[in-house]
RNA sequence: GCCGAAGUGGCGGAAUGGCAGACGCGGCGGUCUCAAACACCGCUGGGCUCAAACCCAUGUGGGUUCGAAUCCCACCUUCGGCACCA
């Protein structure tokens, strides 16, 4: 233990990674009677390297995971890779690489600098969902969400990518462009596959029993959107017959205000009831709506625009004649398309009514408006019914109940909930995913693929020529497949499946990941979901989040899984910016690379010096010159490992005492910190400990078991985030292998309590002067010490004690006159 | 506009009703050294031209309280999300 020598990450890194493979240290046993806790940190899409991003994420949930091993739980912590999508093809389509090679290569890459990072996964779970033995289950799910009728081929508005030439997820618009490319996302009509997500949305409203943050429920609540309001039918005149133009309204009480009615563009009804003097007005502003970008048309500040399309409704409360006009306001995708405008009572429809010279009638009153003159603007709330017929003088309160019951009981509408959130289109033009497993016959329409037949595999040798259409529909041997039915000719479904489909159910795979039969045992289910702690960014909050909420309660459905949801805590960690605050990118030249940073310093100082930036959850900027203090502090540590110490033994003196309180009370703070996931507080009290045991060595000779019980707790208290050193310094303390195994200190209550306290003594609210005194010390004793204080009494001159204020061992507060 | 998070030294941050600025970086001074450092020690919010004492200070303005960075009200700013959702 003599060994002088200095601490050198480069020696010992690379020796411990072996070591730690090769006994399998870190494998989750499926038979071992110790509570389980499952540790999930998202998995990666394996492009290029593991960027610093990567690392401030794993570096977390890594010693998160480490953390709950040494707690005495098995842990399940795996890692895989998520690896369809489009980079490994636009690789394809610019390179000619092979996808499949080209993601080959880079798990092989992510995997070594996992290692690297000294990270503690168990890879003999590993999954990877480009592989035919991943995506045939992918596709096992999804004919058990068809057979369910949870999946279903629909016509509808879809948004289209020119970039990534496929169709994508309203969640995978992010303000009109694509998450991916960026590039303005055009809509076109095309039946495409969906999952029927708004089947769940209620239920994903609800996050029952989980532990997430409230950020993120607050986002997936109001993309999910939920409204209640009602149905109402309006019947109209159209070539001679009566039909209904049916509207979604919040506000069913506003209904004898409606003075017109607007329905999108794009309502199936427009062609129908716009008269021969219109035609030409509503075809000149359809096709002028049909040219405009998403982001254009979804401009909150452009001007309302509309034209008149010469038909009319009636209202079906009191039969008065309303205008149908058409809008770009009134979008196709929600609700019914059409609206009944009320101008009094909502802004848009009174900036439409406005323009346009439409009626407003208010059938509110309201406290601070006079309603027989002209309004200056809509107003939603009033005090009661006014020309509103048989419910004038109703109040607010009751008069959207009052109505709806009306219309219910005439048969003219009804009650209803809806929803901005809109199922989940996942089908993709693209090669680089699994293929959809179905078959579309000339005598059977859609069959199934049958499920011995699976996977239906990626074909080879493909041209990636984007042509708008999957490269799937080019190959013809691929493509022609007999019927499974009466084995006909028939062709596959040349989609493939969105790559969130792949993660949706990833978590499940890894608790029976070479499991040839099913999906996952039954068993296995049991014993290990759901995750116990997540871990990931939030920008997934309403893509991936919202997906596997979806994907789990289908599952659970079926009796697959047990328990409403997939994952009971989750924890986002921020984002991690470049040392000048900024986004780290290659353009701005702020980019930290990891490789860089571990050679100069080793993967421990790196982790620790990500996990030093300041709350996990806040991210921040990377503060390259900040590594100094980390190095300087594993430096230290390793001295207190190394270095001659003078020992006596002197169990009863003060500073044995003293160190074994600093020792306890730091197990203590540590904890509450690791559990909290509070590494930057964690380390600097693990920093304040390894100085304070630093001086107490300078200062003479320690107490040999004071010294040796300070000295283990440190160095398992570095474990979870600084792997190696730990291991090292565990060995060369003369302990047992492994320190990632050992039991995490537990500490005395009586040994960190303080001998004396320091009382603070304020004079109305003011520090005035501060007292030492035994930790038993009585509020009695004190006023009386407190009193004695010279300082204290000059602040009393002349003056009369009304109130003590006493916080136990911590402060007196003297309030006078 | 709506929803969410946050504003504290030169910098990252700590303290969530009780000593504001833990810990670290940077800076200043010193020790060791031929010289240095990833070594060690001390100082480091502002004012009062040393110190002590005192006063001021946690985005701004009010309030509650014996006591407020922390709770309440109003406002300003920054970041993230949603955005004509009827």
Known sequence: MIVADRYDPHAIEPKWQARWEADKLYRAPDDDPRPKWYELAMFPYPSGDLHTGHWYHYSGADAHARYMRMQGYNVLYPMGFDAFGLPAENAAIKHGADPAAWTKTNIENFRRQFKMMGSSFDWD????????????????????????????????????????????????????????????????????????????????????????????RAMQTNWIGRSEGALLRFPVEVDGAVEQLAVFTTRPDTVYGATFMVIAPEHALVDRITTPGQRDAVDAYREAASRQTEIERMSTEKEKTGVFTGGYATNPFNGARV?????????????????????????????????????????????????????????????????????????????????????????????????????????????????IPMIHCPEHAIVPVPESDLPVRLPENVTFEPTGQSPLTLIDEWVNVPCPIDGGPARRETDTLDTFMCS???????????????????????????????????????????????????????GLVEGDEPMLRLFNQGTLLGPDGQKMSKSRGNVVAPDGEVAKHGADAFRCQLMFVGPWDQGGPYNPTGMAGIVRWLHRAWSLVTDHVSFVTAPDSEGARD?????????????????????????????????????????????RGAWKEALDATILMMAPLAP????????????????????????????????????VLQVNGKV???????????????????????????????????????VPGKLLNLVVS
């Open 125 to 216: 779970r590993e999954v990877v969902t480009s592989d035919p033995d991943y995506y045939k289950w992918t596709q096992w799910w999804f004919l058990q969400l068809y057979n369910r009728g949870l999946a279903y081929r629909a016509a509808a508005a879809a948004n289209w990518c020119p970039g990534c030439q496929t169709v994508l997820a309203n969640e995978q618009v992010v303000g009109g462009r694509c998450e991916r490319s960026d590039d303005v996302v055009e809509r076109r009509f095309l039946t495409q596959w969906f999952f029927r997500l708004t089947a769940y949305a209620d239920e994903l409203l609800e996050f029952k029993g989980i532990e997430w943050p409230e950020r993120i």
């Open 323 to 435: 205008p149908i006009w058409i809008a770009d306001y009134v979008l196709v995708t929600y609700g019914t398309g059409a609206i009944m405008a009320v101008p009094a009572h909502d802004q848009r429809d009174f900036e439409f009514a406005t323009k346009y010279a439409l009626d407003a009638i208010p059938v509110f009153t309201h406290p601070d408006v006079d309603i027989t003159r002209p309004l200056a603007a809509a107003f939603s709330d009033g005090l009661a019914m006014v020309n509103s017929g048989p419910f004038d003088g109703t109040p607010a309160a009751e008069a959207k109940a009052r109505v709806t019951a009306h219309a219910e009981a005439n048969g003219i509408g009804e009650g209803t909930v809806n929803y901005r959130v809109r199922d989940w289109l996942i089908s993709r033009q693209r090669y680089w995913g699994a293929p």
């Open 504 to 558: 949706s159910w990833y978590q499940m795979r890894y608790v029976d990941p070479h499991n040839p039969e099913r999906p996952f045992s039954q068993a296995l289910a049991h014993k290990w979901l759901p995750v116990d702690q997540y871990s990931g960014g939030a920008d997934h909050a309403v893509m991936h989040l919202l997906y596997t909420r979806f994907f789990w309660k289908a599952a659970r459905d079926m």
């Open 659 to 703: 160190l074994r309180r600093a020792t306890h009370k730091t197990i203590r703070e540590v904890s509450e910190d690791a559990e909290q996931f509070r590494f930057n507080t964690l380390i600097s009290r693990l920093m304040e400990h390894s100085s304070l045991m630093q001086r107490a060595r300078d200062a003479g000779a320690v107490d």
């Open 724 to 759: 190696h050193i730990a291991e090292e310094l565990w060995a060369r303390a003369g302990n047992r292998y492994s320190v990632h195994v050992a039991p995490w200190p537990s500490f005395d209550p009586a040994l960190a309590r303080d001998e004396q306290v320091e009382v």
């Open 768 to 806: 005035r002067d501060r007292l030492l005194l035994p930790a038993e010390a009585t509020e009695a004793d004190a006023r009386e010490a407190a009193l004695a204080s010279p300082r204290v009494q000059e602040w009393l001159q002349g003056k009369e004690i009304r109130r003590f204020i006493y």
